[in-house]
């Protein structure tokens, strides 16, 4: 009865339920599994195994027949060995905070988990260099390595509660991406576990590097389909030594763009840009945000560097966004200011959840000419489709997080189709379908909006180049289709 | 007669000769290529075809059994659909200034030129990027986009003579690398032919975007051996107000690179941090350099932003250099010091080829902090094997170009020796085997002493996966074995 195992709890949107793991293959593999690993590591319990059956994405969990708690590479090793022989999927997981459905393991099988794996082991000051495990939580980096005058620049929205394992698999970025770049700007090595539980050091501790394919760049945004990471090597900047956050109001969107290009085409770089529209500004209005009450659209910018260098830009970061027609600039300077301000920010994802029953999340990303463009048209699907729909996002990149949000379950259908609306627009204004949360199962039946055959093909041969019986993390980026894994 | 067609010109290293492409198929390819290019695209007279033979490595030449001369990516479609078809190999080529044989036909066949296709495409000064063809020589490039108020770091030794297509193949670094990072990180998307002839689009013009495998980061590097690139989008930044560069004097390279420490440990971040040891700074001297007598070491230091913040650092790294033991420190600040300055350094590369019969160039990496033991390693390793041995490179990235020279055709085993002695001390020393140049021919025999059976197996299958007939730039990267191709 492999349907009772569904948990019903997600956004109301039907999506195909995939096959489940033979299970006599998963008795003999989880056999097998407690013999080698020991019963503790080796989580049978229903009640247990709901921990291991979602992230937070809107793809409803589904329970895994079982979970692994591994505490080391080689108990990665093992599971894939065991795995493979016995043919089960295996879905890794690390602190399943994932926005895709990447964690959840759709086809069942086993859930493996590498939350267990959380040392920091290592911080070279000297060569500006990390060493973790998948399981350290971002936050503990971001604190041990700034205690030592280091920097760790990706910042996503759950930087408290994600883990590296599941930023390598995404590629996270976050706010500062704008100046700073991705998880994969700072990826200099990995040692990882193929789906035959053959472990491989790939990429590299030094800077520079060019010795055969480039690995560590493929497999950073994998989502978990390619090979299980046990251990990175991340790359560290110096501490900025100042930074400084502004806030900006602005009567609109259209207003609050032309403002963020005046910045960016004086060629200052803050580290973050990010734009808020105007159903958002309402939405921390609601919970009590004291926000101006002409403000019908915000912008969020935050400098860092040198003291002086900080307070230059400060100064001509504000002259811009006011000549582009900013209505006040804020400026926070003590950390406790700042941290207020990005809270408001962090917690819009949350709040926005209130705001309905069922909330879908999207990342879209376009050239950042066509935002207001894409914000115009965010609106007139909304409008068009009688569904709520809000954005906000990371302006300096073009990277839109799209939501929308509806209570009546008979909305469904028109949800659907605003989603493919958006998609369309995205694609037709030359953007991309997620500028950071990946495809997962999210949005895998949409990829063929954006690549084409070909290049779909060319990529499941890659991941059988990988993983020749398609046993890790069936069911993500790729579309069903005749290619059926689990 | 197929060695008949192999020019003796190169280190006087024996190189093993690869299997010459089969002639019947060289000729059906060549007469199916002519009717559909026309004649004047298929090049088959030998006198031409040594123009498409060799590039600017220790490799010897190789005559191709015919040159293609790419001007449109339907070319290059068509090229490789025939050439698939007839199963002949293809080298791709572009301005053939590549430094480890990655250019060179070593199986004959066809050598596919895309210098042709040289043009800047568009310019976007706004979305700060740039969409060129694989033939742009990457000065014109700079000038251009400098010409906009944009800049394009990376700069190769070679600038003024090579290719994009090229620098995409090989992810070429340069001096500016430590501060702003390699080809790769400047590559957005490409538009490629794959070895069937599929055209294929892969990653994008937005900033960020995590859909699918990230194939853009795997083909940057890859040596023209997974597909090849006839549209490149770069992202650019904005050009720095101001630059400035200090040379600073040593009584020898373990005080230089005490200095480089101190600067780079004072969060302190130069451009460029280049360092010559003293026998380049004898061969400088030698060529009428105007360098002060005691100078056993040199450090070229360039720094670059705003123009207020730019004579910050710029005071601060003269200071660190002067307490980290320099005899002088001499600063340029107009161009026409700068261009004099680093001409001296590019020179060194054609000063040194003159300073024996042969030479090679090496191009390791080690961690920084690494980097004083590895120059005292290659000059024990030279004094032992009575092979003179120089080292000069980017002391910020641990990127060395160690130089081998000799005069004496009896001397090739000791050569030998030396060089495998450095890439063991490299990896023992936690390097690399390359940090620009690739690996191309010259490398390909010591891949196995820095990565293990499995993980060349994997990037194997991996070629496979794009190009399973073999046919593209055979010979490359792997080491010869059991896997023959041509």
Not at 34 to 47: C, F, N, Q, T
Not at 58 to 79: K, M
Request: glycine share 10%; with cysteine; aromatic share 4%.
């Amino acid at each position: 009865m492999p349907d009772a195992r569904r948990i019903h709890s997600g956004s109301a949107l039907p999506r195909e339920a995939f096959p489940r793991a033979d299970a006599a293959r998963v008795e003999r593999a989880a056999i097998a599994l407690a013999r080698e690993l020991g019963d503790s590591k080796v989580i049978l319990e229903p009640e247990a195994l709901v921990a291991h059956a979602g992230d937070e994405s809107e793809q409803d969990p589904v329970l895994p027949d079982l979970a692994v708690l591994a505490s080391s590479p080689e108990d990665v090793a093992t599971t894939l060995r065991l795995a493979s022989l016995h043919e089960v999927p295996v879905t890794p997981r690390a602190a399943g905070t994932g926005k895709s459905g990447g964690a959840v393991p759709v086809c069942g099988g086993i859930a493996l988990s590498v939350l267990g794996m959380r040392q920091i082991e290592e911080i070279d000051v000297r060569e500006q260099l990390a060493v973790v495990g998948p399981g350290v939580i971002l936050k503990d980096l971001h604190d041990a390595v700034e205690a030592e005058g280091l920097f760790y620049p990706p910042d996503p929205n759950s930087l408290a509660s994600c883990a590296l394992g599941g930023n390598l698999a995404e590629n996270a970025g976050g706010p500062r991406a704008f100046k700073y770049g991705v998880t994969r700007d700072y990826t200099l090595g990995l040692e990882v576990v193929t789906a035959s539980g053959e472990r491989l050091a790939v990429g590299r501790r030094t800077r520079k590097g060019v010795t055969g394919y480039d690995l560590t760049a493929l497999l950073v945004g994998s989502e978990g389909t390619l090979a299980v990471t046990t251990r990175a090597t991340v790359r560290l900047l110096r501490r900025p030594e100042a930074t400084v956050t502004l806030l900006a109001y602005f009567s609109g969107i259209v207003d609050a763009m032309r403002a963020v290009e005046a910045i960016v085409a004086s060629g200052l770089v803050p580290r973050c840009i990010e734009v808020l529209d105007e159903r958002c500004v309402t939405a921390i209005r609601g919970e009590g945000g004291p926000l101006d009450d002409r403000a019908a659209a915000l912008v969020i910018l935050e400098c860092d560097g040198s003291t002086s260098e900080v307070e230059r830009q400060m100064a001509e970061v504000g002259e811009r966004a006011t000549d582009g027609g900013a209505l006040e600039v804020l400026v926070a300077q003590s950390a406790a200011q700042r941290e207020r301000l990005w809270e408001a920010r962090r917690q819009l994802s949350y709040v926005t959840r209130r705001m309905a029953r069922w909330k879908i999340s999207e990342d879209v990303v376009v050239p950042r000419m066509q935002l207001a463009k894409l914000v115009g048209e965010v609106r007139r699907i909304g409008e068009r489709e009688g569904v709520t729909m809000l954005s906000y996002g990371h302006a300096g990149d073009g990277n839109l997080h799209v939501n929308l949000l509806w209570d009546d379950e008979e909305h469904v259908p028109r949800v659907e189709r605003a989603l493919d609306a958006l998609f369309r627009s995205v694609v037709a204004l030359g953007g991309t379908l997620s500028g950071e949360h990946g495809i997962g199962t999210s949005k895998a039946q949409y990829l063929p909006l954006e690549q084409g055959d070909g290049l779909i093909e060319l990529q499941r041969r890659m991941k059988a180049a990988f993983d020749p019986r398609g046993i890790l993390n069936p069911g993500k980026i790729f579309p069903r289709g005749r290619h059926r894994s689990c």
